[in-house]
């Protein structure tokens, strides 16, 4: 049986009292100070964090906000004495890797099956299965199982196949704006997006004609380009677009050296390091050669 004794100061060596190290003013610590104990060992404590993982970095980013905003909070309040540490810097974001959808099953591989599933089955078995997918009589001689092999699998052939020519695009160069050409009047770019170009084939009653545009002749009616876009508005995004297709207008009245200076042109506009930053620049340095 073991003697219990009254709990006393342990003591130290060769017996000397520890009583010096106990605390005559032990006392419960207040929620703020067990709060800035908790704060002062969390910085002590850095928690991994993978910059690759979009999720974890947004979080991080939203913690990290809301401690700078805690900070701010403090520095604000005059009855705040103690050090403040700096704002803590956002980390970057990971750039998601491009989505890229899988194929569609080409149709032609669910009939191929269908077939194959066809002519593992008995003949019996496979005219009952035609008769219910097309309703004919299966009691009938006539019905025939469709064979892998034969003609009828083929999705396309070449007698029912019409490939579409490029002028259902809906891309071709107008004629209201080929007579702004001859007219010598200048095309703004913005009537040669693909949008303004589908828009006069599919509704060319959005085309208004005008006099008095061609100094030489001003009775003549050529297009009111004031109906479509500024040219000034046209975006970044749309520059390749229009252009691609200017050339293509310019491939229908002007010869090869015209065409291949344009062609150096758009290169060279597309191959400015502040493109984007300066497009309005380069826009209207664009407007100017043309």
């Given amino acids: 049986m073991t003697e219990t004794s009254n709990p006393v100061p342990p003591r130290g060596a060769g017996g000397t009292s520890t009583n010096a190290f106990i605390s005559v003013n032990s006392r419960t610590l207040t929620d703020d100070e067990i709060n800035r104990v ?3 060992v969390g910085r002590c404590v850095t928690v991994p964090i993978d910059l690759e993982d979009l999720e974890a970095v947004i979080e991080e980013n939203l913690a990290r906000a809301d401690r700078n905003v805690a900070r701010e909070s403090k520095r604000n309040d005059p009855n705040f004495i103690e050090e403040i540490s700096d704002d803590e810097l956002f980390l970057d974001e990971p750039t998601p890797e491009p989505f890229t959808p899988l194929p569609k099953p080409f149709p032609g591989n669910k009939v191929s099956q269908a077939f194959s599933f066809l002519n593992t089955l008995t003949p019996n078995t496979a005219k009952r299965v035609v008769g219910a997918l097309t309703g004919a009589d299966t009691s009938s001689s006539n019905v025939t199982v469709p064979s892998s092999t034969s003609t009828d ?3 396309f052939k070449d007698s029912e196949t019409v ?9 071709e160069i107008p004629k209201p704006i080929l007579n702004l050409t001859k007219a010598k009047i200048h095309v703004p770019l913005t009537l040669l997006t693909l949008a303004s170009l589908r828009k006069i084939h599919l509704d060319p009653s959005c085309v208004k004609m005008k006099k008095g545009l061609v100094l030489d002749d001003p009775k003549k009616s050529v297009m009111d380009t004031s109906t479509f876009p500024a040219e000034l508005t046209l975006p970044a995004d749309r520059f ?3 252009y691609s297709n200017f050339l293509k207008m310019m491939a229908l009245i002007a010869d090869e050296a015209t065409i291949r200076q ?11 390091d502040e493109f984007s930053e300066d497009w309005n620049a380069v826009l209207n340095f664009d ?4």
């Fill in 38 to 40: 908790v704060e002062s």
């Fill in 287 to 290: 407007i100017e050669i043309r």
């Fill in 153 to 155: 699998t083929l999705v």
């Fill in 163 to 171: 490939i579409m020519k490029t002028a259902d695009t809906g891309t």
């Fill in 240 to 242: 390749y677009e229009a």
């Fill in 262 to 272: 344009f062609v150096e042109h758009r290169n060279f506009c597309l191959s400015r």
